[in-house]
């Protein structure tokens, strides 16, 4: 099965290729999941999802964020902690994402909340106060990777964008 998914065209973003180099290449059902969630979708169909929160910071998941910034609208990414043992026999630490998106289109900018630890958050997310990710600036920050960082205020972008190398400095 492992040979199956590694060359089935179906899960062409399952490997990414980071400086020539292959990462990610064990066989993740979450990933495989995401990837499945994309292809059931037709265009403008929206995907809600909870998957580990691998998908935006593993190297192994690189592929997976370029399909999701180049060929979704990407429209939420909520972070959460398993501290209050919302899943029973997950380790209290373990970070979630809920992940929402829309297929077609080109995602520029969204939605971000990190950190968090009651689900009921959710009722309120999107809202005004949170952080909208740029994706040029998760291009800037990560080139390699596309690996993105968790803020958790708005100034922390303000620092990320002054530590920039490649940002104007008007």
Known sequence: MSSYYRSAEDYRNQIS????????????????????????????????????????????????????????????LFCFENKKGIFEGVHKSFKFVVLSFEKGGKTEAFPTRFMRHEVKELQDFPGETDICLDVELIRRLSPDSLSIMEFKEKIDIEIAKKNDPFSSPW
């Open 17 to 76: 290729v980071v400086n020539g180099k292959k990462a990610g290449t064990d066989i993740n059902l979450y990933k495989l999941f995401l990837e499945r969630c994309y292809h059931l979708l037709r265009k403008g169909g929206e995907c809600g999802i909870v998957i580990p929160s691998g998908i935006y910071t593993d190297l192994g998941t690189k592929q997976l964020r370029e399909m999701l910034f180049s060929e979704t609208e990407v429209t939420g």
